[in-house]
């Protein structure tokens, strides 16, 4: 009797999800991920207003650079968690890259709750050979701001930062490695300025070129 009743009430479950998949409500859930809450859901919508591109994998390691240098920024106005931004940008693998994904999610334990950086260091592993991540460590660490905005170099620091993850751990040595890259006439500037994170360490970076930029257009 109680074994006939179980039999009935995962019956219902199952047509219930059956329905809800059909009304296009939620999108199927995938293993380990928890179900799709309604804010995932706004959030994916909003997403696709954007019309982010697929990603069906590649042997191409600039391309796989690419994809997700493009949907990282298109995420940013969004501000979701770093569990929200792996969760949808799931739903853009496709083909071999959806087969590869659904692989990960199959060794990892139920409710596992992803940061960004477990994230990219899964699909670093996977689409970067160990050579190109060395070349793009080297460049990281070679990074200068040159000729670049601070917002122009801060850019480039944050996509050539996932190949040197255990140095941007640690916030002070992610700090010290922006600085190092600064322009001398703008890090000399803020020698003396107590900056405790990287935050403010960009943004006193920015005021400080703000201000040479409104002295340089003073004396002309």
């Not at 949808?88 to 709750?113: N, T």
């Not at 403010?200 to 920015?206: D, K, N, P, Q, T």
């Amino acid at each position: 009797m109680a074994t006939s009743m179980q039999q009935q009430q995962q019956m219902m479950v199952t047509m219930m999800r059956a329905m809800t998949q059909n009304m296009g409500m939620l999108p199927p859930v995938q293993p380990g991920l928890a179900a799709p809450a309604a804010n995932i859901n706004n959030l994916f919508e909003r997403f696709q207003r954007y019309r982010p591109p697929t990603f069906a994998g590649t042997h191409r390691p600039k391309e796989a650079e690419y994809w997700l240098n493009r949907v990282t920024k298109l995420l940013r106005p969004l501000h979701c968690t770093e569990a929200e931004s792996v969760e949808i940008l799931s739903y853009l693998f496709e083909k071999k890259a959806d087969l590869w994904w659904e692989s990960v999610l199959r060794s990892i334990p139920e409710g596992h709750v992803w940061t960004w950086e477990a994230f990219e260091a899964r699909f670093n592993e996977k689409y970067f050979p160990q050579t190109y991540q060395h070349e793009r460590k080297n460049k990281f660490l070679r990074l200068q701001q040159g000729g670049m905005t601070i917002a122009q170099y801060e850019n480039r620091f944050i996509e050539l930062s996932r190949y040197a993850s255990e140095m941007i751990a640690d916030e002070v040595i992610k700090m010290r490695r922006f600085s190092a890259g600064l322009r001398s006439d703008i890090r000399s500037k803020m020698c003396c300025a107590s900056i405790r994170t990287y935050a403010e360490l960009v943004e006193m970076s920015i005021r400080v070129e703000q201000d040479e930029e409104r002295v340089t257009w003073n004396r002309s």
